[in-house]
Nanobody
């Protein structure tokens, strides 16, 4: 699976961005999909995850209520809608794919993810 993230950019605090992650291959529906981010000088952190079927989602506390993860299995794409952005959301955002045996499983543990995209920069100005 190859992942291509896009949609990053520069936005003012309070604004919105929508990230997309397009996956190659015909097995996209077998993977739970996650978003992670890494700010300069900080470790990579979990943002959100969606199960294979899309029925389950899970968010980091820092983004809960502001970000929404979704997926379109017909288009092999996962999205991250980011609203009410804050300067502390500034980071490189990565999408990742986790092969799962159930349609509802989700994980925030980056170590279990099998494939990673190249990242897209999100910068939020104050």
């Amino acid at each position: 699976v190859q992942l291509q993230a896009s949609g990053g950019g520069l936005v003012q605090a309070g604004g919105s961005l929508r990230l997309s992650c397009a996956a190659s291959g015909r097995t996209f529906s077998l993977y739970g999909m996650g978003w992670f981010r890494q700010a300069p000088g900080k470790e990579r952190e979990f943002v959100a995850v969606i199960s294979r079927s899309g029925s389950n989602t899970y968010y980091a506390d820092s983004v809960k209520g502001r970000f929404t993860i979704s997926r379109d299995n017909a288009r092999n794409t996962v999205y991250l809608q980011m609203n009410s952005l804050k300067p502390e959301d500034t980071a490189v955002y990565y999408c990742a794919a986790d092969y799962t045996r159930t349609t509802t499983a989700t994980t925030s543990d980056a170590r279990v993810y099998d494939y990673w995209g190249q990242g897209t920069q999100v910068t939020v100005s104050s």
